[in-house]
């Protein structure tokens, strides 16, 4: 079975290279979400549990003024738990270092499965991060408008509590997922390039007529 589905995909890769790229590129990227709604939660509950740092305020970048005038934050995670609160610096660190173990993990597999890219690793990883930096602010920059409503829809308004933290969790994972999923693929058409090995020299192909006539 497996045997037959490998050559289907390699015909289809032939016959739709840009396709097949995309398809994996889907794939992949949504293995690497599940990844991240697996861990978001995860590390939520460690930081609440085992450190104070809900209760440590993180506002910093302020960009202009929500609509009833209170100051807006790029990076809004006011101190104290959810929904009241912003969930703090605990709820930063886990949600960056959930992307951040998502984002080195998909960085290998996309180079190296998807676009099968073997142009310099460290090049591409350069603009990699600087992509990664800009979408974090952009996806930050979006989080100030909806989390806040998720949490406190299922929270409070549906009444589900813990329940619902880890509902908004997933929610807020996709999106920021979703946000990462169509910004990145260009990127990675640009920095996961293949490129055509050089043909090797006339000399190196062809036995000379000094070597031909040795043998």
């Known amino acids: 079975m497996f045997t037959k589905i490998a050559t289907w995909w390699a015909g289809f890769q032939q016959k739709h290279p840009e396709l097949s790229k995309f398809g994996m590129f889907f794939l992949l990227s949504n293995g690497v979400t599940v990844l991240q709604l697996a861990l978001m939660p995860i590390f939520r509950w460690a930081f609440a549990t085992f450190t ?24 809004d995670y006011a101190a104290g738990p959810l929904p009241g609160g912003g969930g703090g610096l605990a709820y930063f660190l886990a949600v960056q270092i959930t992307l951040l173990i998502a984002q080195v993990i998909n960085f290998f597999l996309q180079r190296n499965i998807t676009f099968k890219s073997n142009t310099s690793i460290w090049v591409a990883a350069f603009w990699y991060a600087i ?13 100030g408008f909806y989390k806040a409503p998720i949490y406190d829809f299922f929270m409070e308004t549906l009444g589900w509590g813990a329940t619902g933290s880890v509902v908004a969790d997933v929610i807020t994972m996709i999106i920021n997922s979703a946000i990462s999923f169509w910004v990145f693929y260009p990127i990675f058409k640009v920095i996961f390039r293949q490129v055509p090995a050089a043909p090797l020299a006339e000399a190196e192909v062809a036995e000379s007529p000094a070597e031909s006539a040795g043998k």
């Open 52 to 75: 104070e740092l809900t209760d440590v305020g993180f506002q910093v970048l302020p960009v202009g003024s929500n609509v009833d005038g209170s100051q807006y934050y790029m990076f």
């Open 131 to 143: 992509a990664y930096v800009v979408i974090t602010f952009i996806a930050a920059a979006a989080q």
